[in-house]
């Protein structure tokens, strides 16, 4: 597993994965539901995109939450709402190699200028985003 520059400028993470997008994506929504977290929709983009003639390198998109961390912020500034719930992307690249990528919850609370208070439940967010991340890429 590699993360490609960690956090960035724009507060996207990407962690290399040792799996397919498919075998990624259903580890995640397998991590992801094991702790509770609601899995709102998995996104098929290459799906999409072959529906309307396209080609597209495997990428899949899954959209989850949970309101006991997500509320709070918004309870904070709602404009945090536009990036919640969180998302992770998962897609294979030119030479063939998966990932997983998604909006790192301390660059969102930085975006949507979160103050302290909702400090712990971000910390505890990225965490739990970076433990389930590493749980889908790992062999």
């Known amino acids: ?14 962690l ?6 498919r075998v990624t994506t259903d580890r995640l929504e397998a991590a992801l ?6 899995v ?3 996104i098929d ?6 529906s309307v003639g396209m080609s597209l390198r495997p990428t899949e998109l899954l959209i989850f939450g949970d309101p006991r961390a997500g509320t709070p912020l918004m309870q904070a500034d709602q404009t945090i709402g536009i990036d919640l719930p969180l998302k992770a992307l998962v897609w ?14 301390v660059w969102l609370a930085q975006r949507h200028a979160l103050g302290d208070d909702t400090s712990r439940t971000v910390d ?11 749980t889908a890429a790992g062999g």
Not at 16 to 21: K, P, T
Request: charged share 15%.
């Open 92 to 105: 294979e690249d030119a030479s063939g190699a998966t990932w997983i990528s998604y909006n790192d919850p």
């Open 16 to 21: 290399r994965s040792a799996n397919s997008v």
């Open 40 to 42: 709102f929709a998995r």
């Open 45 to 50: 983009h290459a799906d999409g995109a072959a």
């Open 33 to 38: 539901r094991a702790k509770a977290v609601t």
């Open 1 to 14: 597993m590699l993360y490609l520059g960690g956090l960035n400028a724009t507060g996207l993470v990407s």
């Open 124 to 134: 505890a967010m990225a965490s739990a985003l970076k433990t389930l991340a590493d």
